[in-house]
């Protein structure tokens, strides 16, 4: 149990910094590909935590009784408005490969990065 509540933890913090990332990139002028990053990361790790928190419960979080099941179908809802990861993915992919093998690091290095 006490893995599965790093494991979360790690994850509602690579989230948090996915959303300061997306926030940066916004107040920037809307750039677009650190916003791609963002939602895939934070959509990432909102499957992965909302997994483990039900695990943790045993599944129990499933049933009516148990309040669990309300954050989870919010989070399942909210990771494919806008497109899931695998879109904003692929998004983040097709311009790295554009970009060429030559330019693959300053890219990345670009995307969290203020231009």
Same mark, same amino acid.
């Given at each position: 149990?006490?893995?599965?509540? *790093?494991?979360? &933890?790690?994850?509602? /913090? +690579? @989230?948090? $910094? ?7 990139? =916004? ?7 650190p916003i791609a990053a963002a939602k895939?990361? *934070?959509?990432? &790790?909102?499957?992965? /935590? +909302? @997994?483990? $928190?039900h695990q943790i419960h045993g599944a129990?979080? =499933? ?22 990861? +695998? ?28 231009e």
């Open positions: 149990m006490q893995q599965n509540l *790093a494991v979360m &933890a790690g994850q509602a /913090a +690579a @989230a948090s $910094a996915a959303a300061d990332l997306a926030v940066e990139a =916004f107040a920037d002028g809307l750039r677009r590909l895939a990361r *934070a959509g990432e &790790a909102a499957g992965i /935590a +909302a @997994a483990m $928190a129990i979080g =499933f049933t009516y009784e148990h309040r669990l099941h309300f954050f989870t179908k919010r989070l399942w809802s909210w990771r494919d408005e806008y497109g899931n990861e +695998a879109e904003w993915n692929r998004l983040l992919g097709r311009h790295l490969a554009h970009a060429g093998a030559s330019r693959l690091w300053a890219e990345i290095i670009l995307l969290g990065a203020a």
